[in-house]
């Protein structure tokens, strides 16, 4: 080993010093460096977040006048009073027969489909045949697609009934035996 002259010395010392302190610097710089840049990025999201909120808040008033809106127009009318498959397919029933007798039609025979559940919702079915003109046919058909609570009709099967009564004499307009189904939507009670 050799030895360092005075000069030497103090300045390996100066150097030791200077990579000391460099070396202690960077050991406090880097932490804080990215502390700070931590609460840089979660300042930005917050501030971020505030301005949602502002934007939030200032459409409070338009958002909740859109929603009285749709409160107003109670949107319950257009699905069956009961929610049970039983009353709600008697409702229907009950409808479907006084729409049929006031337009002039000749009811035959009422028969429930059974009913399917969907996302709170409860899809009633009627078979519904009856017997009329073809004018009552259309005001019937019409009058039932209408109606409130709202109904849906499916399957429509009209047929021609064969008239063997008046052979000889001209039909002006032949009974037609209509045969469809009324379908309407009740709300599941759990989702009250």
Not at 52 to 77: C, F, M
Not at 160 to 175: F, I, R, W
């Amino acid at each position: 080993m050799q030895t360092l002259s005075k000069n030497q010395s103090r300045g390996l010392a100066i150097g030791l010093l200077i990579l000391f302190l460099t070396m202690v610097g960077l050991l406090l710089f880097i932490p804080v460096n990215m502390l700070h840049r931590h609460y840089d990025q979660s300042l930005d999201s917050m501030a971020d977040y505030l301005g949602r909120y502002r934007h939030v808040i200032a459409t409070h008033a338009e958002v909740q006048s859109a929603l009285d809106q749709v409160k107003n127009k109670n949107g319950r009318q257009h699905f069956l009073r009961n929610t049970g498959a039983a009353l709600a397919a008697s409702e229907i029933q009950e409808t479907a027969k006084s729409l049929i007798e006031v337009n002039g039609g000749k009811l035959v025979s009422m028969q429930v489909v059974p009913f399917k559940d969907d996302s709170g919702y409860r899809r009633v079915t009627v078979n519904v045949q009856f017997i009329s003109s073809m004018s009552t046919l259309r005001k019937t058909l019409y009058a039932v697609e209408t109606v409130q609570p709202y109904l849906l009709l499916d399957n429509v099967s009209i047929r021609s009934q064969a008239n063997t009564l008046n052979k000889g004499a001209p039909v002006t307009e032949p009974e037609l035996i209509a045969q469809f189904d009324v379908s309407g939507y009740a709300l599941v009670a759990d989702s009250k």
